[in-house]
């Protein structure tokens, strides 16, 4: 059940991270969901670490915060790669 909610949560934490962090239009929804699930995982771990609890369980409402908060780090960090170079002129 692991990977399968935290897809899910990702998915949901992606859409949120599209809301949160505007100006990455380019992305559209589906780079938010898939850049979310890697945001999902990251913070998920991250959270693990300095908690000692295992967020990788099931789907609730801390899971989902802290995978919105992966998401959003994910997707500002993939900006700050990509930087002025993808703004197409």
Sequence with gaps: M???SW???GAIAGYLAGMFVKGDEQLGVIGHIVL???GAI???FIAGQLTNNNYFNSIS???IVVAAIGAVIVVLAYKALLGRSSRRV
């Design 2 to 4: 692991g990977v399968l």
């Design 7 to 9: 897809l899910i949560v």
């Design 61 to 63: 409402i801390a899971t």
């Design 36 to 38: 979310g699930i890697v």
């Design 42 to 44: 990251v913070g998920g």
